[in-house]
């Protein structure tokens, strides 16, 4: 892209992640944007001036070297200083001077982009850091769509229903071992745990065509998989005793589980979602399964057998469109199996792309030649054990926030994100070859 073209594109972008920041923020009264719907989330408000906040610091204080907007409010909307829990009892921006706020740093960023010189310092090559607050604006508004679903009261959020299933999709594929490109070191707005690219040797593997099913999880509930600790890794089965876990969060125990305050039957066709990776690794070991590694998982995604080169996405290097996957809030769920014929993956694995986040088997770590970029605090402070690796979208990721080399990451525990899973398993001796 050009210069002026890069410029059009990311102001395109910076007012389309605020334009669903607003309308996530405008459907709810001021009561319901300033109190906790849950100890897991902040309050609406606290997202949207964190949002801004970080474009703040970003845009206008470290690209545009510009005098503060408000360095007096930067404590309250730094995540690593309060948790999330105590963030009602902060002296928070109201809702209006939130919004006051927000629309004051948007405006000196949009200046700022006019005039900067979009060079070839890491920070504003490509835009770098501009499309690092597109997609941190986009990852909050996510965020937010957790918390409305999580909030008591009338439903206030609505949208088209998904796809019907187009395509039966069903059973698994071999995935033959070999090396593949994982990681990137060129898409543009890449943040710096997808790079560098590297090459991976993976072993053979089956991985399912299809996200796991209500109907596939209703069958291992059915069968007792919640009561019976084989299934179970010693801390998931502690979790689910001590949580009291008896099926995906939302789940009403009568065939029906609740949407952004609407209470619905159950659409068995749909990827399951709101399960926990404890609750992922279970189901996959009732299954005879696995959850995938990050690289399994990658690599039935990106890799294209014939020419031996990592796609951008599943269906090739083009831009997701609404034929490709289920993103962007389009729609309030995930879109049943086979309703996404055209973002199929060379290997013929569906719906990799968008519908709900993949728990994967691996821990959150750096990639060899792995460097902090721009901020230790984007992701090398999560590198370890603790958490584990979601990948591939949901149909509340923004498609800029979302590629085949993007990776998300949470505590074992957590289910109030868009999470399912899909299962892999190494090849029986009588399939290897
Ligand atoms: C990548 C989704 C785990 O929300 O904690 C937002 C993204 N980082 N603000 C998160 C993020 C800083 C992050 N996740
Ligand atoms: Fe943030």
């Excluded at 993976?202 to 596939?216: K, S």
């Excluded at 876990?245 to 125990?253: A, V």
């Excluded at 959850?291 to 995604?301: F, M, S, V, Y």
Aim: aromatic share 10%.
């Amino acid at each position: 892209m050009t210069g002026s073209d890069v410029r059009t594109h990311v102001a395109a972008e910076l007012q389309r992640a605020r334009r669903r920041s607003l309308c996530l923020t405008e459907s709810v009264d001021d009561h319901d944007l300033v109190r906790q719907h849950s100890p897991l989330m902040s309050p609406l408000v606290w997202d949207l001036a964190h949002v801004g906040n970080q474009e703040e610091l970003w845009l206008v204080r470290d690209v545009g070297g510009g005098e503060p907007v408000r360095s007096d409010i930067d404590h309250l909307y730094d995540a690593f200083k309060h948790p999330r829990g105590d963030r009602p009892s902060l002296p928070l921006l109201g809702p209006n001077e939130a919004r006051r706020y927000v629309g004051t740093v948007r405006d000196r960023v949009l200046r700022l982009l006019d005039r900067v010189s979009l060079d070839d310092r890491p920070l504003v090559r490509q835009a770098f850091a501009f499309g690092m607050i597109v997609q941190h604006e986009q990852q909050h508004d996510e965020t937010m769509l957790a918390t409305h679903q999580l909030r008591q009261g009338d439903p206030v959020l609505a949208a088209a229903p998904p796809p019907a299933s187009a395509i039966p999709v069903n059973g698994e594929v071999l995935i033959k071992g070999g090396p593949f490109a994982m990681g990137t070191s060129l898409e543009p707005w890449a943040l710096d745990n997808e790079r560098p690219e590297h090459e991976v040797f993976v072993a053979d593997f089956f991985i399912d065509r299809a996200p796991v099913t209500n109907r596939q999880y209703q069958e291992f509930i059915d069968d007792g998989g919640y009561d019976d600790s084989r299934h179970w890794s010693a801390d998931g089965w502690q979790h689910r005793m001590t949580g009291g876990l008896t099926g995906p969060m939302h789940w009403c125990g009568d065939g029906t589980y609740v949407r952004f305050g609407r209470r619905e039957p159950i659409l068995p066709d749909e990827p399951v979602v709101h399960v926990c990776w404890y609750e992922a690794q279970a189901y996959a070991a009732w299954a005879g399964k696995r959850l995938p590694t990050e690289a399994e998982w990658e690599k039935a995604a990106r890799h294209d057998p014939r020419t031996g080169r990592s796609r951008r996405y599943p269906w090739g290097d083009d831009d997701p469109d609404s034929a490709h996957a289920n993103l962007g809030q389009r729609h309030l769920s995930p879109a049943p199996v086979g309703a996404y014929p055209q973002g199929a993956s060379p290997y013929g694995v569906h719906q990799l792309i968008g519908d709900v986040w993949e728990w994967t088997s691996s821990s959150f770590g750096g990639y060899p030649g792995f460097r902090a970029f721009p901020y230790a605090e984007y992701s090398e402070v999560f590198f370890g054990d603790e958490y584990r690796v979601l990948r591939g979208g949901s149909f509340g990721t923004d498609s800029s926030a979302c590629r085949g080399t993007f990776r998300n990451w949470d505590y074992p525990v957590r289910r109030q994100i868009f999470s399912g899973l899909r299962c892999a398993r190494d090849p029986h001796p009588e399939e290897a070859r």
